[in-house]
Structure formats: C-alpha cells, structure tokens
C-alpha cells in the first residue's frame, strides 16, 4: 500500500493500481451537507472547527490534512481556544506529511493557554522545549558547517563580470 495526498485528500491504495479518483462522488447527500457546513464555517467558528475535525477523521468527507488544517486555522485565528488546542498539538507533532514546528505549535498553545485550558498549558512546555532543542540544534549544525560554507563562498559560486580597461566586461 501506498499513501497519496493531493488537494482532494489522502488514502491509502495498492501500489499495483492505475487510477484514484479522489472526485469520485458516492454520496450526493453527504457532499451537499458538507457544502451547508462549509458555508456556516465562513461565518461561525465552530462551524470551521468541526470541518476541520471531519476532515481531519475522514468523516463524510474523504481524509485531507491540508482542508483539515485550513478550518481549523480559520477557526483558531477567530479565537475559537478548541480550534487553537488542536492546532497546537497539529504543529507540535506533525500533520500526514507536515513535520513538526514547535514555534508555530508555541504560539498556539499561548492563546489556548492563555483562555485558561490546561491541556493547552501542559503541551505549551514540551512545545516551548522542543522549540528551544530545535534552536539549539540548528545553532550547533550552523557552528559546525560554518567555515566550510565560508570557504565555499570563496570557491564555490564565480563573477560573471570582469572589470577591464575599457569597462566591466561579462566572462560568459
């Protein structure tokens, strides 16, 4: 089996197939229901959270992370703190493809946290900590590769202009 994401949203399918629609429409219902709930969660918050959930469970609607994660940052950026929790545990362990980002996943979880919800405290100090390694990580990859990339930068990237008599003169 192999995964496969799109715009349309992820599954799960044997290597050996030829096609996947990801369109295909099996349920004109369901799909109408969710257009009505779409149109409530432009307006409602915790319209857009609960589209977020469904397609982050694959429930009535097929399985997209990415629609999962707009919804829910629609509804978090509207000051929903459940819409704000998840999405700082989204950030702070990574989302289908999406690796982990401990800075977006601090931030996040401030503005939960900051409406009182201990959950959203309790995960804030790993983010915060995570963030911190990440940082000291990064610094440390840095120190190390440094003078080589100096080096390189003496090296390894050429002038296209020479400067002659005459004028600048292009080598190429």
């Known amino acids: 089996m192999v995964r496969i994401c799109d715009d349309k949203g992820c599954s799960d399918r044997p290597r050996n197939s030829a096609s996947f629609d990801a369109t295909r429409d099996t349920n004109p219902e369901q799909t109408r229901r969710i257009a009505a709930l ?9 319209a857009a959270y609960d589209l977020g959930l469904r397609y982050f469970r694959g ?26 929790l998840a999405l700082g ?27 009182g919800n201990k959950e959203a405290t309790k995960l804030l100090a790993e983010a915060s900590a995570a963030k911190k390694k990440n940082q000291a990580d990064y610094k440390a ?32």
Do not use: C, I
Not at 151 to 162: L, R, S, V
């Open 59 to 84: 429930d009535g609607v097929p399985q997209n992370s990415y629609q999962a994660l707009q919804w829910m940052r629609s509804a978090g950026e509207r000051g929903h703190p459940q819409a704000q």
């Open 141 to 172: 990859w840095v120190d190390l590769n440094r003078t080589a990339w100096y080096g390189y930068w003496q090296t390894g990237y050429t002038y296209y202009w020479d400067w002659r008599p005459t004028g600048w003169y292009y080598r190429y």
């Open 38 to 46: 779409s149109e409530l969660g432009n307006k409602d918050p915790r």
């Open 89 to 115: 545990r989204f950030y702070l362990m990574g989302l289908e493809e999406m690796g982990s980002d401990p800075a977006e996943a601090e931030k996040w979880l401030s503005l939960a946290a900051g409406r």
